[in-house]
């Protein structure tokens, strides 16, 4: 249950950062899905590091292995078995952290929990798990496409620059345009300079991924423990340095009253429509047909290119300095992943959804 | 998997407002915990509605019964049956509801997936289904209590009132001194009177719990997708009217450099100290020692006691026009089910940590 | 996971013989099947102690309660709650059960297991347990019914007096018109012969029940580790006494070649035909449109009314003197409840099979 | 939940034949295992196709990657990551299989159910699907090694020969001294040769395979739906071809009196004994600290190196003419199958048990 992710669609996932290969099975992928593995590269490039000034410098080919599922271009509803090698692995650059506890890194509680040790690049803790999302969300994304349903993310907010909540007076044809993934070029240039600040002095900064929904049915979730949000909120707080999560108006929506902020249907002619979506596109945990939004809060990655005191294995005070290439923020490589845990959730729901009626 | 609740120790629930009564079944609770049906009850007490004049003036007894599990005062490893009887219903306060959608409810959204209306009081959507949770999380608090680990939660935040982050300046043992659950006597009598002056006005006001855990024990989380602040955040936006979930910092984290928020370990003698917690007690998705940390965002109650505009199961415009008995601010009814669903989120990862090591 | 049954449609059971009550919570079931208490109500009967005089002589009324998930007499899709109450249960006559041992019985496995012992009945081990999977069954049947899928099953065996594998020589109307539920009347006077012979000894036996489902569509049951023979048989052998099962030939066909036993397909005119049914209604896991065919193998009931040799909770030798009512055979009222395992399986894989497509 | 295997310890597989490669996931394996890497080739030695004249004469090497989850020698807590690379495949022998249905084989059902077609070797129903099970019980061999649980398998019956079901008669050392796996060496000989008689006919035979697990300590097994005969009996019914489990007497017992094969405790001194074990193990489901006991029963190979009628895609009638290479005889490489799902059974019920108490 650790290491699998949904429900009917389900991702399991494996691999350490130093280790030979990430990977993983997709499970209950619906048969007759076209393959397009152009798309899923593609998917995998935008996660990549290396890919601007703004992300760490290491360069992983991170090509994806597809093993097993599909066949002649279609899936066929058998598990997709995949694997993408490590290869550009910097082991000793780890060396000093081989009985070093990084502060607000996973070294110590791993160490704790397990009993032992592996230092090199955060071992399991690292953000290379996360290619294998990127793989399951390509894969969801696919079908999703099929079913007219679509998932965009983007940079909403780095350090001390944002954009407002209202999505929709953006260009999300923008995001791709710069390094940073926001649709509004000019707050992009700013965030970018401010990432490119922080990293000159050898320190992170945290940001705010903005997930919208478009094109979702009508009745995906299952009330009480399986509510769309709490299942979208729980594949959010999966990522690595993910601390908050919102859906619609977020915390923000505990200082109104509710004849503010409730949303009002009326008759549209042909459907029925709602004059706000304060909901975020779920009420009672169950899709409404409007578009769903999210809010995901990532802090300020914990490994700073900068002296920091520290405890070693016995508990004794220590000094750490670490080298190796780390991003600066992790926000705008997190965006293909965000969506990637949207698009999974979906889909599951999706077909959950099939099950509620003969 | 949809009424089902958690991994070892589980907790499945069933009842709708208007049935014959709410209940669930708690699994995987080991044997030998002691159990002390006044402290069940009077958790379920500590939710009931007409408990003061900010919450509904509904009278529900709400008394459990518990049909299994327990023999000779302890728990036998064997399911725990339980049902809490529905007695105080009006069903006739909904009639008016038959063929209209309240906005913001999930009126529209069960009707659409299920294809059938149950009109009566919100049917399974009701905060009744939140008694079983009650339940289930004060079985599980007693077996905490053997462990050393305890759950507080408060009321930190209605409408535009809201305390400091920092919860280490409250006594704690003032939270259930007035209505509002709220450690700081000055801002509860602020909270109450704004909950009066909204109901004054039929309307309602949102509002944010935070949850502490003190003596959680290194090691509980499982990486990748069952990180505990994962499932802690899933159990929470599960709880009707939940949009958001913070751990720690939360979003205040995103405006923050690295070197501002790391926490540092340092030698404390005879353990590992940290100067700070902006982690919220998890790294890693694993518990590092520290108290976990949590804030919860809830919306304001969708049902108005005024008219607003809806439309009708024709998709007609109409004119909706609340009675019957409604709180204005869900938060203080909440503090226990906040409480609850921690509970059970602790013991369930306590239980599966025992399987890491053979 | 323990007293959950199923994947989409889940039975969670609690309940001991001695304690308030057995019940449990059907979820997953689809919205809007047309729910028939009467059939409910009359599937626990079947199951009843007390029907005759080859059966216990308790008296137990067994009177189902449902609690939630049924609205204007169709299924709303939310979980199904019920209670059946105890009440005629004589917890004296396991007195001097308080620190003894019932040989090939579950008194010492529990004990062992969870350091403690609910020696009334049997506790969660009684076969009080299977009231719970009776109800769920006679729901599942209600959905299958809809569908098309009828599940028949009878005594095929007790102790030496069996009946040839070929259930299509029977008529199934004739089951339910002996107390033995076989469908061939001789050899059902036979059996009820032996039964009472073994009683009169206050000795027990042993048997077979044989079960066939009809009108189940190609395609039910997932490769790999849920194929679906590997459900049932697991559906099955959770059934308390159950030792051992067979699929279509079973273990006859293990002396069989390949060329005896294969079935041939051929052109039936408007459907592909099947020559034989050797395989039982499944192939490679997946049902392949021929009647399913299974043999569930019971032992003599445990609980013998003459005295046998034990030890008691000190390890020290003792003689147990059993009282209180017991079946003589268990396999009679074991039809109903293998009926209930297999409805309970069919409905569920009916319902992952509508994801395997978008 | 389709293709993964149990609870705490899980293996999820991926793979066809003549795909890429099959490999799984093994997650849940307790920290702090040593690893053997010699023992886990060796183990997929034992099931490798062309051992011996009495197996298939296709030459795979099976050479099995570890790709994550052991560092240093040992297991670290995460998910274990394989590939076994597809190499020796001879698709071709496969094209006149494009549009025929192989009778008693899954080519029918698979098409079925997913509406599409991968002829090539049986796809994802082929045999070599069970190379992924044999690592992961070869892994949890290794942990079971060290709790001093102890997993043998055997070939009991071929055909019309077979041992008597008293195991203890046997020097399991011989297992593996002769190609049938069969502890009586003069047994092992006609079991040979019938298979050889058979083979030279382009025909196919069955057989039984009994299992012992030696050293389970008492306690494992779960209740109600999660008995540990339950969960064992699903492990081997998901393996291809098996069409009957038994535990203990199995279907012998529905014949006898509760006098006759009730196993009586007695005061052994320092233990508990129990003077026989027809029960095989377990009672109520959990394990009693005897030998557990069970038989599988295969069904002969459906692929006949002969001709047989069948239908083609259009149903229309039409005659199959088999070549490749299949084996004659399942039981034999199926030994080692048998073992890893009951290895892999038995440790996941292992660590579930260390849960059921605090």
Redesign the interface.
Known sequence: ?????G??L?L?????SH???????I??M????AVDMDFVQHELDRRRPGQSRITTARQEADHV?????V?EG?T??????F?VRNDNQHSQDYDNLRRL?R????????T?????R?HRGG???SAR?TISRVVGGAFAKL?LR??GINVIAYTS?V??ISLGRDYRQFDFSLIETNPVRCPDPATAKAMEQQILD?KAEG??????VTCIVEGCP??L???????L???L???M??I?AV?????????D???????E???????AGD??GLRSN???G???????GQDIVM?I????????L?Q????DLD???AMLDMRGRHDPCVVPRAVPIVEAMAAMTLLDFY????????
């Open positions: 249950m650790r290491n699998v992710f429900n009917i389900t399991t996932t494996f691999g350490e280790g030979e290969a990430v990977g993983g099975v499970d209950g619906p048969a007759g899905v292995e597809v093993l097993s599922g066949f279609k066929t509803g058998c598990p997709i078995g694997v506890f502060p607000s890194h996973a070294d110590y509680t791993y704790q929990k397990y009993g032992l592996d071992g399991r803790s798990e079908a099929q079913l907010q350090g001390s922080v320190d992170t900064i945290g940001g705010v009508v009745g979730g299952e009330p009480a423990f399986s509510k949000h709490s299942a909120g729980s594949a707080l999966s690595n601390k908050g999560f919102e859906l619609g108006d977020g915390f929506i505990c200082a109104r009253r509710g004849s902020v409730n949303d009002i249907f009326y008759n459907h029925i304060h909901s975020g779920i009420q009672g945990g169950i899709s409404n809010r809060a990532f802090k300020p990655v914990a490994t700073l900068r920091q005191p520290t405890v508990g004794q005070d077909l959950l959804n099939k099950t509620v009626t003969l």
